[in-house]
């Protein structure tokens, strides 16, 4: 019973995580937000899922290492290889819940797009320590009601463009901008949800 609880209190906290990363991951006021709340459900998920094994693996080897070298050996691989694997478990659903973020956005920008210039103002980096970095576009643009500004992942501006970055590049101390910043550029943005952006070349 015990054992059925914790695995549907982890699937659930997985869900979650993954639709949160799904639906907000593109946001720039929502994204650091998200990645902690989706860092935090995806670790205490897979915890919940993997508990019933700690619980079995949890007991040492009563003799030493002298002793019985193999059982030392055998706890501790265990234990490592089930943290390794939780963190390839996080590294992926974090991969995945953006990926659905992106097409997200491709869906609702091709339903119920409309076209508008707008201009690069800026551009924002947010840094995690420990849990990761993102770069955004601030782009300024009239949704025909008032001038409102959204962010646009640089690295799903990539995606559009098969992965080729040809207005700018990061280094470590920052973005270097060739010719882009305060210029001009089309867009298409879903008129549902203004914060899906695209950049049209």
Not at 25 to 41: A, G, Q, R, V
């Amino acid at each position: 019973m015990k054992k059925n609880l914790n695995i549907s209190i982890g699937i659930i906290l997985l869900v979650i995580g993954l639709i949160l990363k799904s639906l907000f991951n593109h946001n720039l006021e929502y994204w650091e937000l998200i990645k902690y709340c989706s860092l935090f459900l995806f670790v205490f998920g897979l915890s919940s899922l993997l508990f019933p094994l700690w619980e079995k693996w949890k007991r040492k080897p009563i003799k030493t290492f002298k002793q019985k070298p193999t059982n030392w050996i055998l706890f501790y691989s265990k234990n490592i290889f089930s943290l390794g694997f939780m963190l390839l478990m996080i590294i992926g659903l974090e991969k995945s819940g953006k990926y659905l973020n992106y097409n997200l956005r491709n869906y609702y920008i091709n339903s119920d797009s409309k076209m508008a210039t707008g201009i690069i103002i800026d551009f924002v980096r947010i840094d995690l320590p420990k849990a990761g970095e993102e770069d955004f576009y601030l782009i300024q643009f009239n949704n025909g009601q008032k001038l409102i500004n959204k962010g646009l992942l640089i690295e799903y501006s990539d995606w559009d463009n098969n992965n080729q970055r040809k207005n700018f590049k990061i280094k470590d101390n920052g973005i270097v901008v060739n010719k882009i910043k305060g210029g001009k550029i089309n867009i298409m943005y879903s008129e549902k949800f203004p914060s899906f952006i695209k950049i049209i070349e």
